[in-house]
């Protein structure tokens, strides 16, 4: 299998989107999926993706964006990374995971940041294996607009 790790394309975003709402069904969370694939093409420009790939199949994929926080700096901040559970295990979770944080150093980022779900052992065993800290500090606050 050669999986290949690409920027993400107008063409790919039916399939981005199919992954995030099997993402979402992994979280336990797919009433939370609000947006449409009309609303993924109409912000395809500020949508920055990175996506998996095998032959010429869209199996996992990163999003990502960069952010400035007053107490740091300038940081690129992985908002979702899913990888199909037919292909886990492949060093492609890694994969994406590097690229992102290559984007990052070459923007001059200081860190890269990230959440994870507090049930989500696995995913909390790979990233501090990749040095990361996890913090139980702060609250995720959300506010929508009408």
Request: proline share 1%.
């Amino acid at each position: 299998m050669s999986i290949k790790i690409r920027p993400s394309t107008e063409a790919d975003l039916s399939s981005i989107y199919a992954l995030i709402k099997e993402f979402s069904i992994f979280q336990k969370t797919p009433e939370k999926v609000k947006i449409t694939l009309k609303q993924m093409i109409e912000d395809q420009n500020d949508f920055k993706c990175l996506v998996a790939v095998d032959k010429d199949k869209v199996i996992g994929f990163s999003s990502y964006y960069f952010a400035y926080h007053s107490w740091t700096g300038k940081v690129i901040y992985l908002d979702d990374l899913y990888v199909q559970s037919a292909y886990r295990g492949q060093n492609i979770g890694n994969q994406l995971f590097d690229a992102v944080m290559e984007i990052g150093k070459f923007n001059r980022c200081i860190k890269m940041k990230w959440l994870v779900s507090d049930w989500n052992t696995k995913a909390q065993e790979f990233y501090k294996s990749r040095g990361a800290t996890i913090e139980s500090t702060e609250w995720i606050c959300d506010l929508g607009f009408k």
